[in-house]
């Protein structure tokens, strides 16, 4: 018989397997708890759960724990990259960011950036990330898992998660909802919601499905360009959503929710820094009231890009202040974000598994199912 990993698991799934097994309902709360509260790593350590009923367990049941595989710490900022496997040999990055020292309560923060799925569709042109192509989605309990094993290597307190790491959150809805739920659950590891950005490249679909199901978490739109060409040559996913309709879904996104989205915005040399590309943002921002991030380009020579991404190159600095000021003189909030852990390949959009490591073991198959998405394990089996 295959074994049902517990992990990712909601209360209510909880309990309809510990029913399953002719056991009562509050096990399924002290399995909660145990799961995503005390991040337990065996049924050996769920020491209020009888001995009869963990043997039971170990029989039916999986914890299928992320593996550390690699840990790196920037020596320049303390930005720190996890490798980790998952149970199927596949790998994934997630990366734990100090806050910037001009932040409110910096000393208080701690970001962790959540990989979504295991390479990524979209093949934005900038995006290291986009060269691996697409394996396969992360259930919730991998989603989920980052935060546990992160946290378990950190003493300070992990704050804010930010859905920015591998992947396109939006094409993997339901599962990173189910993770947002499960870790906002005031009896799991509780971050709230108002600490979490789910960051989308522009599914206006599913921007206008966060605002119709009151979602709490925070969403974050990666712009880049507000000229339909330009962000079509930069992120193909533009041909199936335009401009316009994100820009559409955003303004029914900020009159349902009254949450103001935050665009990310690369700035790159001569392309989209311009005086045209500043009274598009003004315009926009008149239409939703803005946030927005200015990132510095980050290099991903590191992937060899060819044509088009070959000739993308950072604005210099002062170029990027004279355009943040520009923004801000119209009232819009404004952050240049810094570029964390550039120098180990963690920043924003750098994150890519080496093609030789990326499936490592892959003989170590799990014999555990995932109950709630069993598709997803056969899909690269
Ligand atoms: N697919 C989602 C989330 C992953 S990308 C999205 O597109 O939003 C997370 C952020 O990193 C996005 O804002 C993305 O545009 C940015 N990014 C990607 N590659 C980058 C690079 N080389 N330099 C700087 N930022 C990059």
């Not at 339909?228 to 879904?249: G, Y």
């Amino acid at each position: 018989m295959s074994k049902v990993n517990l992990k990712g698991l909601s209360l209510s799934e909880l309990q309809t397997f510990v029913e399953s097994l002719g056991e009562k309902r509050y096990r399924a709360a002290q399995l909660f708890s145990w799961l995503y509260a005390k991040s337990a790593q065996s049924f050996d350590e769920m020491t209020d759960i009888s001995k009869e009923f963990r043997e039971i367990l170990k029989h039916s049941a999986a914890l299928d724990n992320l593996e550390l595989v690699t840990k790196k710490t920037s020596a320049q900022d303390g930005t720190t990259k996890f490798l980790f496997q998952l149970a199927d040999g596949l790998m994934i990055e997630s990366v734990l960011i100090p806050p910037e020292k001009t932040s409110p309560n910096a000393e208080k923060r701690l970001t962790l950036c959540l990989s979504t799925q295991v390479g990524c569709p979209l093949d934005c042109k900038f995006c290291a990330t986009g060269t691996m192509g697409f394996l396969r989605n992360l259930t919730a309990g991998e989603i989920i898992d980052q935060v546990i094993q992160a946290q378990r290597q950190n003493e300070k307190r992990i704050t804010n998660l930010v859905y920015m790491g591998m992947g396109e959150p939006m094409l993997n809805y339901d599962e990173v909802m189910k993770s947002i739920d499960l870790i906002t659950d005031e009896s799991s590891i509780l971050i709230g919601a108002k600490h979490i950005t789910v960051s989308t490249a522009g599914y206006a679909d599913h921007i206008r499905r966060m605002a119709d199901e009151d979602r709490k978490a925070k969403l974050a739109l990666s712009l880049h360009s507000l000229d339909n060409e330009k962000r079509t040559q930069l992120m193909p996913i533009t041909k199936k959503f335009s401009v316009d309709e994100l820009i559409d879904a955003l303004e029914y996104y900020y009159r349902k929710t009254k949450r103001r989205p935050t665009f990310e915005y690369i700035l790159f040399d001569g392309f989209n820094d311009t005086e045209d590309d500043i009274r598009k943002f003004i315009k926009l921002s008149k239409r939703i009231p803005c946030k927005v991030n200015i990132i510095p380009f980050h290099s991903i020579e590191f992937t060899h890009p060819l044509g088009f991404a070959a000739g993308l190159h950072p604005t210099p600095r002062a170029r990027m202040e004279t355009f943040a000021d520009a923004l801000r003189k119209a009232d819009i909030t404004v952050m240049i974000r810094n570029s964390s852990g550039e120098d180990i390949e963690a920043a924003c959009g750098q994150l890519a598994v080496q093609e030789k490591s990326l499936v490592r073991k892959q003989s170590r198959k799990s014999e555990t199912k995932n109950i709630t998405n069993p598709q997803l394990h056969s899909a690269v089996s």
